[in-house]
């Protein structure tokens, strides 16, 4: 089992930058995929950023150019940069970890609030 708690979420104004981390319960070398997905409201969760293999990284065409994913092996973190933030950025950020086996084994974090105002 892994645990990821997200963590920097907050209210921003549009241009603006934050960023998201994710702290995971286990060595994140030990881990395939992890991502972050998001979820606007009346919407449907959609990947936002991935990287596989702690080093190759894909982007939503939405955010590419403005945020940048990456992972700091020593803390089990991952983190979401995220620049030129536009009000339709809002929504709740979640944090995925996959470890895949014979089976995908899905894990998500509780979520983190993205608030870009006007």
């Known amino acids: 089992q892994v645990q990821l708690v997200e963590s920097g979420g907050g209210l921003v104004q549009a241009g603006g930058s934050l960023r998201l981390s994710c702290a995971a319960s286990t060595s994140i070398s030990a881990i395939n995929f992890m991502g972050w997905y998001r979820q606007a409201p009346g919407k449907q969760r959609e990947l936002v950023a991935g990287?596989?293999?702690?080093?190759?990284?894909a982007y939503a065409d939405s955010v590419k150019g403005r945020f940048t994913i990456s992972i700091d092996n020593a803390k089990n973190t991952m983190y979401l940069e995220m620049n030129s933030l536009r009000i339709e950025d809002t929504g709740v950020y979640y944090c995925n970890a996959q470890i895949i086996n014979w089976v995908t084994s899905n894990y998500w974090g509780q979520g983190t609030q993205v608030t870009v105002s006007s």
């Open positions: 990287i596989r293999s702690g080093s190759s990284t």
